[in-house]
C-alpha cells in the first residue's frame, strides 16, 4: 500500500481523542467511549507497519536504530514536559497523595500499565498505560518483522500478524470470561490485537485487500450507527473489552482501507476537514495533557465544566507543544 499521506487518518484520530477525552470527562451517557484508545492502537499499527514495509521495500533491510531514534524523539519531548508540569504542579494540588515521585518514574519508563496491573499504578497519570503498551510493542515490531522477513516468504508476513492478532484476540476472551478483573485492562498480551491487525494490513498485498472503492455512502451512517451500539449502552467492561474492543477494530480496518482506497469518499471528505485533521494532529498532546487536568476539574466540578475547561486547557497546552516542540522537532527529525 503506497506511503501517501491520508488527511482523513488523523481526522479519525480525531475522532478516537475526542471519545476518550468524554469517557475520561465521566459523560454519563457515554459509557463505552474508552473504546477511542482502540482506535489508536489500529492506527498506529498501520501507519509504523507502512513505514517499515516501505523502507524494507526500498532497502532491503530495516535500520533498527534509526527506526527506535525516530520513535524515541517523536514520542519521548512531549511526555517529558508533561511529567516536568506533573512534578511542579501535582504536589501543590495533591498534598496528600504521597506517591509522586514514584508515578513520575513510572511514567517515563514506560511503566504504567505494568504498575496499574499490580494494583500500583500512577492515580493522576493513568492515561500513558496505553503508552506503555505501544511503546513495548514498538520495541519488539521490527525485531519481528526482521526475523519473519528472514524466515518467511515476504508475502506471507502480514498472514503471521494477522494470525498473531487472532491469537491474541483469542487469549482476551479466555481471560475476559475465565477470570475477569479490572486489571486485565491494562495487559499487554490482552491489547496488541489492535496493533498487530494494523500491521498485519498494512503489509496485506494490495489486491488481496477487499475492495471498498465502490462502496456506497450508506457506509458511511452503518459505521456511525455501529460505534454508537458500542458507546452508548452500558453493556459492562467485561463486554467491552471483549466483544466491543474486536468490534472497533474491524470498524477502524474498514475505515481505513475506505479513505486510503478511496480518497474521495464520503468518510475522507468528512475526515477531512481541515479542523478535524489539526486536532488529529495534535491528538498526541490532547492525550497526554487532557488527563491530569480533567481528574483535578471533575473532584470538584460536575461533568460540562469538567468536559469544556478541560479539553480548552488541554487544546491550549497540544497546540503549544505541537508548535513550539513536536513540529520543529518533527522538521529536525526528518533532515537526518
Not at 40 to 61: D, H, N, T, W
Not at 114 to 124: K, N
Not at 151 to 179: C, D, E, H, K
Not at 291 to 301: G, L, R, T, W
Amino acid at each position: 500500500m503506497a506511503l501517501d499521506y491520508v488527511p482523513a487518518l488523523d481526522g479519525l484520530r480525531a475522532v478516537a481523542i475526542a471519545l476518550v477525552m468524554v469517557f475520561h470527562a465521566d459523560v454519563p451517557f457515554l459509557p463505552g467511549a474508552n473504546l477511542g484508545v482502540d482506535i489508536f492502537f489500529v492506527l498506529s499499527g498501520f501507519l509504523i507497519g507502512r513505514l517499515l514495509l516501505a523502507e524494507y521495500s526500498a532497502y532491503g533491510a530495516l535500520n533498527l536504530k534509526r527506526f527506535y531514534r525516530r520513535r524515541l524523539w517523536r514520542l519521548m519531548p512531549p511526555l517529558v514536559v508533561l511529567v516536568a508540569l506533573y512534578a511542579l504542579i501535582a504536589p501543590q494540588i495533591w498534598p496528600d497523595y504521597f506517591f509522586h515521585l514514584r508515578d513520575v518514574f513510572a511514567v517515563l519508563l514506560y511503566l504504567a500499565d505494568i504498575a496499574l496491573v499490580f494494583g500500583d499504578g500512577p492515580q493522576y497519570m493513568a492515561h500513558t498505560w496505553s503508552l506503555g503498551i505501544e511503546e513495548r510493542f514498538y520495541l519488539l515490531l521490527p525485531v519481528l518483522c526482521l526475523f519473519l522477513m528472514r524466515g518467511v516468504a515476504g508475502a506471507l508476513v502480514w498472514r503471521v500478524f494477522l494470525l498473531l492478532a487472532v491469537l491474541v484476540t483469542a487469549w482476551r476472551f479466555y481471560w475476559v470470561y475465565a477470570a475477569y478483573s479490572g486489571t486485565l485492562y491494562y495487559r499487554f498480551d490482552l491489547r496488541i490485537s489492535g496493533l498487530l491487525l494494523g500491521v498485519a494490513v498494512a503489509w496485506v498485498p494490495p489486491n488481496l485487500l477487499p475492495d471498498l472503492k465502490r462502496v456506497s455512502s450508506l457506509f458511511l451512517p452503518l459505521l456511525i450507527l455501529l460505534l454508537l451500539l458500542l458507546i452508548l449502552p452500558d453493556h459492562g467492561q467485561a463486554w467491552r473489552l471483549g466483544y466491543g474492543l474486536t468490534v472497533v477494530e474491524i470498524l477502524t480496518v474498514l475505515s481505513v482501507l475506505w479513505v486510503v482506497q478511496q480518497p474521495g469518499c464520503i468518510l475522507s471528505v468528512v475526515l477531512g476537514k481541515s479542523w478535524l485533521v489539526f486536532i488529529g494532529k495534535i491528538s498526541y498532546g490532547l492525550y497526554l495533557f487532557h488527563y491530569p487536568v480533567m481528574q483535578f476539574i471533575k473532584a470538584e466540578y460536575p461533568w460540562p465544566v469538567t468536559i469544556g475547561v478541560g479539553v480548552l486547557v488541554a487544546f491550549i497546552l497540544a497546540v503549544l507543544s505541537w508548535y513550539l516542540l513536536e513540529k520543529p522537532i518533527s522538521v529536525w527529525r526528518k533532515s537526518r
